[in-house]
């Protein structure tokens, strides 16, 4: 080495990383031409933590602290440069910086459809969104699994790596599930904690511990989403009988905007299934007795007829004889018997 050389070097006595903004996972120390001096001043920071390489291989790692640069701060080094004790001069060495902050609301979802196998509906296809946290806490496994020789390592370098990591887990653990998938979508927190569990042993693969995984939305595909709605309204009828009665009302008023429609109506229907027991006596009661401000009974061959009938329930309901919902249910009984 020239004496030119020697004297234009300069000598690094204190090595620190002050971040600057969000989103930095990995920071190399500039060391260029320069040397690190013996007994130089190693400051790492909270949330912080650095890793001397030499000649590509992992040395010392320093948690937060201010450390004194020197053969026994430094053993792997020591070891792998073959310094004696005495050991006083300059030495040259990549310094890797790592944040060990908590990364936070980080988002996660699944550009395409995921298929699902399910014990209810066989198989099934969904979107799902959401976030997730995790913190680097093996700088040394992140720096040979992820971030590598580079200047600077980023949040953004990293996401897709990790959000692939999340839809392929999310796949496999929730198609190996027992639980069924409508549990498992009616409560989101139960979804985001089996995929926690999941997740934890593969980001730690990565020197990464996952903070908090979330789920926030599920988009199903239309025909499941009709499917869990016909369930839920069978639930809600109870029986047989109800749910039948709330078919015919939810077709009649789409029957009554085409023509014909409240005949073609009837004829899928019957007047058991139509009417429940209970509203059928209390209907039948109620045509019985003679209704109030009645209007003139047609003919009587005609006083069978659906108008006449039709005429009655409208009286009854007028008086205040029989309710809006027993009037519906008892039109929608007729109409059928007109086709029937």
């Known amino acids: 080495m020239s004496l030119f050389s020697f004297i234009s070097k300069q000598f690094i006595d204190i090595l620190e990383w002050q971040e600057e903004g969000d989103g930095v996972l990995a920071w190399r120390y500039p060391m260029q031409d320069n040397e690190i001096q013996y007994g130089a001043s190693l400051t790492v920071r909270e949330s912080q933590m650095a890793v001397f390489i030499n000649e590509g291989k992992i040395a010392d790692v320093f948690g937060p602290g201010m450390h004194k640069l020197t053969t026994q701060t430094l053993p792997v080094l020591t070891y792998l440069k073959n310094w004696d004790k005495l050991f006083e001069s300059p030495f040259k ?175 899928a229907l019957s007047a058991g299934l139509g009417v429940g027991q209970v509203m059928g006596q209390a209907i039948q009661q109620s045509l019985a007795a003679p209704a109030p401000a009645a209007p003139a009974a047609p003919a009587a061959d005609a006083s069978d007829s659906p108008q006449a009938k039709l005429a009655q329930l409208k009286s009854l309901l007028d008086g205040g004889l029989i309710t809006q919902a027993d009037y519906d249910t008892a039109k929608a009984d007729v109409l059928r018997k007109l086709v029937g």
Do not use: C, H
Request: glycine fraction near 10%.
């Open 93 to 267: 060495s990549d310094l890797v910086f790592f944040s060990t902050r908590l990364q936070l609301g980080r988002k996660w979802g699944t550009p395409q459809p995921v298929t699902l196998r399910d014990k209810d509906f066989g198989m099934v296809r969904l979107r799902a969104f959401g976030i997730y946290s995790y913190r680097i806490t093996d700088p040394k496994l992140f720096y040979t699994e992820v971030s590598g020789t580079r200047e600077r390592y980023t949040v953004d370098d990293v996401e897709q790596q990790l959000r692939n990591l999340v839809v392929s887990t999310m796949a496999s653990t929730l198609g190996g599930s027992a639980v069924p998938f409508l549990d498992m979508a009616a409560n989101q927190g139960l979804m985001g904690d089996t995929i926690y569990s999941a997740l934890t042993p593969a980001f730690a693969r990565y020197g990464l511990a996952l903070d908090s995984f979330a789920v926030e939305s599920i988009s199903l595909p239309e025909e499941l989403q009709k499917a869990i709605d016909k369930r839920i309204a069978i639930g809600m009828a109870g029986d047989l009988n109800q749910y039948t009665r709330y078919q015919a009302a939810e077709a009649i008023p789409l029957a009554a905007q085409n023509e014909g429609g409240l005949a073609g109506l009837g004829a």
